[in-house]
């Protein structure tokens, strides 16, 4: 078992809400294939989720599914009292900002409501740990860098920047992140928040920009992007967000706040002449021009923030943490995935409208 300086002990029994999701299922798939622990996912399989992302971890006999929301309180306090985690990190959430917009009531239902119960269960949970096992434990928050609001041209995010959330997501995030630190603050509960910039990689729903862009120019459609497309992201893959979320659950000290980000700054058209371009090379449009030429500008998001950047010298300087996939190889490797796996996103348009705009306050 692997020691780390925080936590003492490498997680053996590590229980990930909203498992099934994005980047919770590449953190289930790495723990179940690079560690001993056991897994508990609990996931209430939203629309945004895809059990075909666990894969083959389903049928592992170190692995376990229990399907519900972290609102309801019963079964949260059963499944940790069944299960008796040492660590819970929560990245179950309604996470797309223009869906916030459209409807906000599930938001705060998962991300604030959600956070609370948890919280609780595993406060019960915490003080009924003894010695090194009371030591050990880690409630452990994943947040995202867009609460920390908008930045102008210059600057970037860290541990020190204050929250100052924009959007209904955003908020609903903060203030799940706000509850996290009470708890630990108030009952000594030994919790950690991080904060990740803009993910990318296998797997991501479809109606989140990357796969957005790539499905759209696969089907011979428009490539939307909002407003003039200035708007600036920094990205990470998500393998590297699952190697930093696992340095900080447990190398990380409790109490502390961690930020993640990819220092890949690229504004949303160039991300988009970025995706075509890898498209170009692997998927040429049959009429032989290039796939930027469908790129739209189209109405822009309500309260669009402008620029998110993050400064992660924290993370690589006492998590020794740092990312290892190139944006563009990283992106390539991405457009990629989604060729080889149509069978995984087919079924997926198949059911719902995945592609579709939204977020357009009533608009
Ligand atoms: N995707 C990103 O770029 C990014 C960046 C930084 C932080 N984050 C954060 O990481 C976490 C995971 O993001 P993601 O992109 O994998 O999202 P996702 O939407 O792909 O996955 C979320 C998962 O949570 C589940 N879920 C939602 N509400 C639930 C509830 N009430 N109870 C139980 N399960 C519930 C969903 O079924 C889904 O499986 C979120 O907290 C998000 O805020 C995401």
Redesign the pocket.
């Known amino acids: 078992m692997i020691r780390g300086k925080g936590a003492g002990l490498a997680a053996s029994r590590i229980l990930i809400?909203?498992?099934?999701?994005?980047?919770?299922?590449?953190l289930t798939r790495e723990m179940m294939a690079n560690s001993d622990a056991r897994v508990l996912v609990?996931?209430?399989?939203?629309?945004?989720?895809?059990p075909a992302a666990l894969g083959a971890v389903r049928a592992d006999p170190r692995f376990a599914f229990v399907q519900?929301?972290?609102?309801?309180a019963a079964l949260v306090r059963s499944t940790i009292e069944g299960f008796a985690p040492d660590v819970i990190i929560?990245?179950?959430?309604?996470?797309?900002v223009d869906r916030s917009i459209d409807g906000p009531g599930?938001f705060v239902?998962?991300?604030i409501v959600?956070v609370f119960v948890l919280l609780q269960a595993a406060l019960d949970h915490w003080r009924g740990l003894t010695g090194m096992a009371a030591e050990a434990f880690r409630f452990h928050?994943?947040?995202?860098?867009?609460v920390f609001g908008s930045l102008g041209p210059t600057g970037a995010f860290d541990e020190t920047t204050r929250y100052d959330p924009r959007s209904p997501?955003s908020a609903t995030?903060a203030a799940?992140d706000h509850l996290v630190r009470a708890w630990g603050h108030t009952y000594g509960l030994p919790v950690l928040v991080t904060?990740?910039?803009?993910?990318?990689g296998p797997?991501?729903?479809p109606e989140?920009l990357i796969p957005l862009t790539i499905l759209r120019a696969l089907g011979g459609q428009s490539l939307p992007v909002y407003g003039d497309g200035l708007h600036v992201r920094d990205w990470?893959h998500?393998d590297d967000?699952v190697r930093g979320l696992r340095a900080a659950f447990e190398q990380g000290t409790p109490g502390e706040t961690y930020v993640f980000g990819g220092g890949a700054e690229r504004t949303n058209v160039d991300l988009v002449r970025t995706i075509c371009a890898a498209l170009d090379d692997l998927a040429p449009r049959p009429d032989g021009r290039p796939h930027a030429e469908a790129i739209t500008h189209v109405e822009d998001r309500p309260g669009h923030d402008r620029r998110y950047a993050v400064d992660p010298s924290k993370a690589r300087a006492e998590l020794n943490w740092s990312p290892q996939v190139g944006f563009e190889q990283g992106i390539r490797e991405t457009v990629a995935w989604y060729l080889e796996r149509r069978d995984w996103w087919q079924a997926i348009l198949a059911d719902r409208d995945a592609v579709a705009r939204r977020g357009l306050a009533g608009g």
């Open positions: 809400a909203g498992g099934a999701g994005f980047i919770g299922s590449a609990i996931d209430s399989l939203t629309y945004a989720t895809s519900g929301g972290i609102s309801d929560n990245l179950a959430a309604e996470s797309h599930p239902d998962s991300n959600g928050q994943v947040s995202t860098d867009e997501y995030k799940g904060n990740c910039s803009n993910n990318y797997f991501q729903f989140k990470l998500v967000h």
